[in-house]
C-alpha cells in the first residue's frame, strides 16, 4: 500500500513556474504508474499527466502539453511535475495518485495524496 505527500503549491503570476513533488512511501513505488490530477472549485478532478512506471512512457491532457513536464527518481520514490507558462485556468488543487494501469482516469487509481493548492493570478 503507498502512501503519497504532495509538496511545492503556492501563489504564483501567470507566465510564472512551479514545481509540485510527490513522496511516496513503500519499497514498490517503481511498479506504479503514477499520475498528477486536478480539481478547480465546482468542477470534476481531471487528469494531467501520468509517468509509468520506469518512467519510459508518459502521457499529458491537451491543456497542459508544452507547458508541463512529468518525472520520477525511483531511487527517491519521489515524482514530479514542473509547471512552466501558468495560466489563471491552471488554478486548482493538484493531487498525485498511484495505480497499475497505463490511464487517464481517476477510478484507474488506487492510491492518493492529500493535494496541494495551486493558485495563478492574473
Known amino acids: 500500500q503507498a502512501q503519497l505527500v504532495e509538496f511545492g503549491g503556492g501563489l504564483v503570476q501567470a507566465g510564472g513556474s512551479l514545481r509540485l513533488s510527490c513522496a511516496a512511501s513503500?519499497?514498490?513505488?517503481?511498479?506504479?504508474?503514477m499520475g498528477w490530477f486536478r480539481q478547480a472549485p465546482g468542477k470534476e478532478r481531471e487528469f494531467v499527466a501520468f509517468i509509468t512506471g520506469s518512467g519510459g512512457n508518459t502521457n499529458y491532457a491537451d491543456s497542459v502539453k508544452g507547458r508541463f513536464t512529468i518525472s520520477r527518481v525511483n531511487a527517491k520514490n519521489t515524482m514530479y511535475l514542473q509547471m512552466n507558462s501558468l495560466k489563471p485556468e491552471d488554478t486548482a488543487v493538484y493531487y498525485c495518485a498511484a495505480g497499475y494501469f497505463w490511464s487517464t482516469n481517476k477510478r484507474q487509481y488506487d492510491y492518493w495524496g492529500q493535494g496541494t493548492q495551486v493558485t495563478v493570478s492574473s
Open positions: 513503500g519499497r514498490t513505488f517503481s511498479t506504479y504508474t
